[in-house]
């Protein structure tokens, strides 16, 4: 058990046998302990090396062992000097460590007291979600935009859900109708009902959204380029602004239900909930991409759903199609985002 003083197991055996016996030489030790010659001149060797054996006064040539209130006590202060200067150089790093954290703190504390806040690639976008999770008291709210959810994404957001759970905070998610084209998207929205998430569907979503508290809105920089950033919104106006715009598209979305969600009810000549999204968006000037990811869909199904509704009205351009469902009615009460 003196490892801790740097004396190995077999030069405290020899250590050992030369203080009772301080006349053996090599071939001696050799027969008492039974041992090669080469391990029993190493293990002399490393007592030599720590001072537990020394050259003989009275023998040329000859060792003597040194006592072990001497030598043994030697060691084990060494060994107690270096830990308390491991300890103080811990003290040193320890003062350090917490000048690094405050200095960090303050940091954040300037950078996080401005209304918009700018988040840098995925890793720090959800290690910053992860902290308002945690520090999530009351509720949040989601909007989920395109459509089919990645496996990563779902992934990712389980734990949040569970831990948001656990504490009883109240979650509302919309996501697009066209979820219902993906199974493993609809069985992960049926997991998050499960797990008391609200979860209804709406036509289309103007950008990805999630707001805690109704203090703090995460979306993104760009939502045609997720790789372009995030930003966090704070201040009275912008999140009352973001809250009001999440209760409205609420308030007209569709209870997800498991299944494909039911069709409102309407005349024969009204149009479908993305039907008039996708009038509404055509008519802000939108691109076929800009329409479809707003939707949730392909390119190609959202040129799709555009042709059948020119078709409908007898319109020849896109202009001429939203100012004839204008005139027909087509367009009253659909989602103002």
Same mark, same amino acid.
């Given at each position: 058990?003196?490892?801790?003083?740097?004396?190995g197991?077999?030069?405290?055996?020899?250590?050992?046998?030369?203080?009772?016996r301080?006349?053996?030489?090599?071939?001696?030790?050799?027969a008492?302990?039974?041992?090669?010659?080469?391990?029993?001149?190493?293990?002399?060797?490393?007592?030599?090396?720590?001072?537990?054996?020394?050259?003989?006064?009275?023998?040329?040539?000859?060792?003597?062992?040194?006592?072990?209130?001497i030598?043994?006590?030697?060691?084990?202060?060494?060994?107690e000097?270096?830990?308390?200067?491991?300890?103080?150089?811990?003290?040193?790093?320890?003062?350090?460590v917490?000048?690094?954290?405050?200095?960090?703190?303050?940091?954040?504390?300037?950078?996080?007291?401005?209304?918009?806040?700018?988040?840098?690639?995925?890793?720090e976008?959800?290690?910053?979600?992860?902290?308002?999770?945690?520090?999530?008291?009351?509720?949040?709210?989601?909007?989920?935009t395109?459509?089919?959810?990645?496996?990563?994404?779902?992934?990712?957001?389980r734990p949040?859900?569970?831990?948001?759970a656990q504490?009883?905070?109240?979650?509302?998610?919309?996501?697009?109708?066209?979820?219902?084209?993906?199974?493993?998207?609809?069985e992960?929205?049926?997991?998050?009902?499960?797990?008391?998430?609200?979860?209804?569907?709406?036509?289309?979503l103007?950008?990805r959204?999630?707001?805690?508290? /109704?203090?703090?809105?995460?979306?993104?920089?760009?939502?045609?380029? !997720? &790789?372009?950033?995030?930003? #966090? *919104? @704070?201040?009275? =106006?912008?999140?009352?602004?973001?809250?009001?715009?999440?209760?409205?598209?609420?308030?007209?979305?569709?209870?997800?239900?498991?299944? /494909?969600?039911?069709?409102?009810?309407?005349?024969?000549?009204?149009? !479908? &909930?993305?039907?008039?999204? #996708? *009038? @509404?968006?055509? =008519?802000?000037?939108?691109?076929?991409?800009?329409?479809?990811?707003?939707?949730?869909?392909?390119?190609?199904?959202?040129?799709?759903?555009?042709?059948?509704?020119?078709?409908?009205?007898?319109?020849?351009?896109?202009?001429?199609?939203?100012?004839?469902?204008?005139?027909? =009615?087509?367009?009253?009460?659909?989602?103002?985002?």
């Amino acid at each position: 058990m003196l490892e801790p003083l740097g004396l190995g197991a077999e030069a405290a055996e020899v250590y050992r046998a030369v203080l009772k016996r301080p006349d053996f030489g090599v071939e001696d030790l050799v027969a008492t302990l039974g041992w090669r010659p080469e391990l029993v001149r190493a293990a002399l060797d490393e007592c030599v090396r720590l001072s537990l054996v020394k050259p003989s006064w009275e023998a040329p040539g000859g060792l003597r062992a040194v006592s072990p209130g001497i030598g043994l006590q030697a060691l084990l202060t060494r060994q107690e000097n270096e830990f308390l200067e491991r300890q103080k150089r811990i003290a040193e790093a320890r003062i350090e460590v917490a000048r690094f954290v405050d200095e960090y703190t303050a940091a954040q504390q300037k950078l996080r007291s401005t209304v918009i806040e700018r988040l840098m690639g995925i890793d720090e976008i959800r290690a910053r979600i992860e902290e308002f999770t945690q520090d999530c008291k009351s509720e949040l709210f989601t909007f989920a935009t395109g459509g089919l959810q990645s496996e990563a994404g779902r992934q990712a957001s389980r734990p949040l859900c569970e831990e948001l759970a656990q504490r009883n905070v109240a979650m509302r998610s919309i996501y697009l109708d066209s979820v219902h084209n993906d199974p493993a998207t609809v069985e992960h929205l049926r997991w998050l009902h499960r797990h008391g998430d609200q979860v209804r569907t709406t036509a289309s979503l103007p950008s990805r959204m999630l707001m805690f508290d /109704r203090t703090h809105a995460v979306l993104p920089i760009d939502p045609d380029a !997720s &790789g372009a950033g995030a930003l #966090v *919104l @704070r201040g009275q =106006g912008v999140i009352a602004a973001l809250s009001e715009l999440f209760d409205r598209v609420w308030e007209s979305a569709i209870p997800f239900s498991g299944g /494909r969600p039911q069709p409102r009810e309407r005349g024969e000549e009204e149009l !479908s &909930g993305q039907e008039q999204a #996708v *009038l @509404r968006l055509l =008519g802000e000037g939108l691109t076929d991409e800009v329409v479809a990811r707003k939707l949730g869909v392909s390119v190609r199904t959202g040129r799709r759903i555009t042709a059948d509704l020119m078709a409908r009205l007898g319109a020849r351009s896109r202009f001429q199609a939203g100012l004839r469902a204008a005139q027909l =009615g087509w367009l009253t009460g659909s989602e103002t985002v």
